[in-house]
């Protein structure tokens, strides 16, 4: 089946999945019940250790997640672009996104391993293929697979560790008020991970960024919903990336959820693809940026 392209380019910017598959590293089940966020309520005062024993035991367990879901683009005050996608994971292996604006046909996906990225653009049939060392190196940021992975699962996490243990408790402060608390971790003198929670123990927003403020990415999580098997998920994200020179803001809204269902991750580049650089595609990035 042909795909119109001058059709499909109306309705979808390419540029913007590109943009989103960088943007994170500038810086750096079956049924569900009825979503519904939660009145605040007070927390009880205690200690680092406790708060991140008990957000770690409310985490979602699980080797392989996948669902449907749409995923929503902006930058600055341009007008929002989203498409239908679908997404694997499989836990410490692979995750990819597959994009598919229209007709249920894949126009765009992209692969994360744990040291490699695959972005497959079959609308201008270009592909990148770099390792995660290049890209962090390229961006100067420490941002990894691991700390993806945390950030589509609401879970807390270390950057370059793929779990997170009692070991790794002594590396955070608290800052607790009324309703939330805020868990801190400084990785260098240029990082910080802010981890905020509220009286469930879970994940509510996670913020990566520069000491002064001038650059960072913030993840929201909302419309927590209950898994078959009693887990809770937040079916709704919103990612923030601010830099100096641009604000670019991404919404991942599930429609489904599967946990623990068979999944395969494979990625085929075709031979008449050509392939572009990281720094080719970081050059789109900064069109837009």
């Known amino acids: 089946m042909k795909i119109d392209m001058k059709i499909g380019m109306k309705i979808f910017n390419i540029r913007h999945l590109i943009c989103a598959s960088l943007a994170l590293f500038v810086l750096c089940l079956p049924s569900c019940k009825s979503k519904k966020e939660l009145e605040p309520s007070e927390m009880q005062e205690r200690s680092v250790a406790q708060i991140l024993q008990s957000i770690d035991n409310n985490s979602l367990k699980y080797n392989t997640i996948s669902g449907s879901l749409r995923v929503s683009f902006k930058k600055d005050n341009e007008k929002n672009t989203s498409s239908a996608a679908q997404i694997k994971l499989i836990k410490d292996d692979k995750i990819q996104l597959s994009f598919q604006p229209f007709l249920g046909i894949e126009v765009f996906s992209m692969m994360f391993s744990t040291d490699s990225l695959v972005i497959v653009d079959r609308i201008n049939k270009h592909y990148v293929a770099e390792s995660l060392a290049d890209i962090q190196s390229t961006a ?69 960024g520069k000491e002064n403020g001038s650059d960072y990415l913030s993840w929201d999580y909302k419309q927590f919903a209950a898994t078959s098997d009693q887990q809770m998920f937040p079916m709704e994200m919103e990612m923030m990336v601010n830099t100096p020179k641009s604000l670019f803001s991404m919404t991942l809204s599930f429609s489904k959820l599967e946990v623990d269902k068979q999944v395969n991750i494979e990625l085929k580049v075709p031979a008449k693809y050509k392939r572009i650089t990281i720094d080719q595609a970081f050059e789109i990035l900064n069109k837009l940026v």
């Open 140 to 208: 100067g940021t420490l941002f990894d697979y691991y700390s993806l992975q945390s950030l589509l699962t609401n879970k807390i996490f270390i950057p370059h560790k793929s779990s997170f243990e009692k070991s790794d408790f002594n590396a955070f402060t608290l800052e607790q008020s009324k309703y939330s608390a805020v868990l801190k971790s400084q990785r260098n003198k240029k990082q910080q991970y802010k981890f905020s929670c509220d009286h469930t123990d879970r994940i509510r927003s996670t913020n990566i």
